[in-house]
């Protein structure tokens, strides 16, 4: 059988349980996922960092990262090529691409920084988000929008204006928002003897960025909250707590990062909760592995958990992005295989007749909604998702790992 007749087969099978699979396909492809550009160079970037800090790492040393922009350009456009649909690139301040002699530090960058990731985009018909990084810089060794130093956090300050300045030069350029997402590493290894000051800090840095004059209609501000790091596993100062009531108080967005919170804890159940007080939410989806290791995204159960609260909560109203950096495996295979994995359970999601589901959980028909869901795991989604990846002119199942190994041997083995 052809992929055009497996599928034709499938979508009788779930027109049955009054699931309508073109429906879903064409949902689907409207979904755009901001992939982020750290996976490809290791969170490196390009303003001449070197180490990571901030508790942030990436093990492994598979040959073939990126170590340019044009570098890791060239790799975003080949995972691209490898995955269906149209999404976004999600880009770190530290990626700014600096002509000679023109280097400047974190809190004087221009749009003319990032105008060259601008055409890249504009050519291939993708939007931009971005992040202001405060980390891996001289100036975040200790802490920095919370810093008890005044010409630290100034800095800092200014980082993060000058990153909302940028993100509404993309805006403009793209015709299209730009979510922008704040996460500090701030915090301490052991007990704080004041948890409120810090905190206080914090807030006062946050009202100075955005008292600033700029289009919120096209600036998406986002806050994003973790529960512990590395160097500072007893107290984060931007706890999800902290964050989640300034978002509401301030109109701007919470990001809720799957890997951020406790491991007993799981972002699916808290996105409906969100989405109730929340016009929009912001979301990073990774995998943790004991804790936020940032690892590939898998077609697991809490990827299809989320993917769930996204289809019923509204697509439109969760800014998906993926956030994980693994150095052990092929860089671009990682991308790929996040990417469509986060695409399956979207689809997963769509192809469930949730209306059906949530008629038995509202009649408290307990037993016929477990049967159905369990029966559901066996329903024919691989030849839906193959016939999609059809329609987009990508290679479906396995395939696609041909042209990651033949880009593999003629690109990136011969970066020495």
Wanted: aromatic residues 10%.
């Amino acid at each position: 059988m052809t992929v055009k007749e497996r599928y034709e087969s499938a979508k009788e099978v779930y027109k049955a349980i009054g699931v309508d699979t073109d429906a879903a396909l064409e949902a689907l492809k409207k979904i755009p996922i901001s992939m982020h550009c750290w996976q490809g160079d290791d969170v490196i970037g390009f303003d001449g960092a070197g180490a990571l800090s901030g508790g942030i790492q990436a093990t492994g040393n598979y040959p073939g990262r990126a170590r340019n922009p044009e570098e890791l350009m060239a790799d975003i456009d080949k995972a691209l090529s490898l995955i269906p649909g149209k999404h976004r690139i999600n880009l770190h301040a530290s990626y700014a691409v600096f002509e000679e002699g023109e280097w400047v530090d974190r809190d004087k960058l221009e749009p003319k920084h990032f105008a060259k990731w601008v055409e890249f985009a504009k050519e291939r018909g993708i939007g931009i988000d971005f992040n202001p990084t405060l980390f891996s810089h001289e100036k975040a060794e200790n802490a920095t929008l919370s810093s008890e130093i005044p010409e630290i956090r100034s800095f800092w300050i200014d980082h993060v204006k000058a990153c909302i300045r940028i993100s509404e030069y993309f805006a403009k350029e793209q015709g299209t928002p730009c979510t922008m997402n704040i996460w500090i590493p701030d915090g301490f290894k052991d007990i704080p003897a004041d948890r409120t000051s810090p905190r206080a800090r914090l807030k006062d840095s946050l009202d100075q960025i955005l008292s600033m004059d700029y289009d919120k209609t096209k600036v998406l501000v986002a806050v994003e909250s973790k529960v512990f790091g590395i160097g500072v596993e007893s107290c984060t100062v931007g706890s999800h707590e902290f964050y989640m009531n300034y978002a509401s108080k301030n109109d701007i967005l919470c990001l809720l990062d799957s890997g951020h919170y406790h491991p007993t804890e799981v972002v699916s159940d808290k996105i409906s909760s969100m989405l109730l007080f929340f016009d929009q939410v912001a979301l990073h989806v990774t995998r943790p592995v004991r804790w936020d290791s940032d690892h590939v995204v898998l077609f697991d159960d809490e990827t299809k958990e989320i993917a769930k609260e996204i289809i019923r909560g509204g697509a439109d109203r969760v800014l998906l992005a993926l956030d994980f950096f693994d150095a052990s495996i092929n860089r671009l295979s990682a991308w790929v295989v996040g990417m469509r994995n986060m695409q399956k359970a979207l689809l997963n999601a769509l192809l469930l007749p949730n209306e059906t589901l949530a008629q038995l959980q509202a009649s408290r028909r307990f037993t016929e909604q477990m049967m159905l869901q369990e029966e559901l795991k066996l329903y024919p989604i691989g030849d839906v998702w193959n016939y999609f990846c059809e329609l987009n002119g990508v290679p479906a199942k396995e395939d696609w790992f041909k042209e990651i190994l033949s880009y593999e041997k003629e690109v990136l083995l011969n970066r020495k």
